[in-house]
């Protein structure tokens, strides 16, 4: 089996070891954007796990410093941004919030809560 194979798009050869280094790269950067975003939901409406999921949330950057320098600093200041927008008042909710949502079907109310 080889572990190189050419791209159809750019006629070039792609080792398997890059494509396996592209593709854990995306997926880190998926899952602390997401980890993220619910440690930011979580902290606004002040629930129990929100430390868990931020000490998570660590963990992956950590991850991410590790083996993608390069990629964690390029990130950095937008994620900071990001977090920044999706922290709440506890009262006031959020359109982009995932549990202002489930709050507001759950309520039978407006399903597109106003913004913060």
Not at 90 to 101: D, F, L, Q, V
């Amino acid at each position: 089996m080889s572990t190189n194979k050419q791209s159809p798009i750019t006629g070039r050869v792609v080792a398997l070891a890059e494509v396996k280094q592209r593709r854990r790269l995306e997926n880190l950067i998926y899952t602390r954007r997401r980890v993220a975003q619910l440690a930011a939901e979580h902290r606004s409406h002040r629930l129990d796990d929100a430390v868990e999921l931020y000490v998570l949330q660590l963990e992956v950057e950590t991850v991410l410093a590790d083996e993608f320098p390069d990629a964690f600093d390029t990130h950095f200041a937008d994620w900071a941004d990001e977090e920044a927008a999706a922290e709440h008042h506890p009262e006031a909710t959020s359109p982009t919030c995932s549990i202002c949502e489930a709050i507001a079907k759950n309520r039978g109310g407006d399903h597109s809560p106003h913004a913060a």
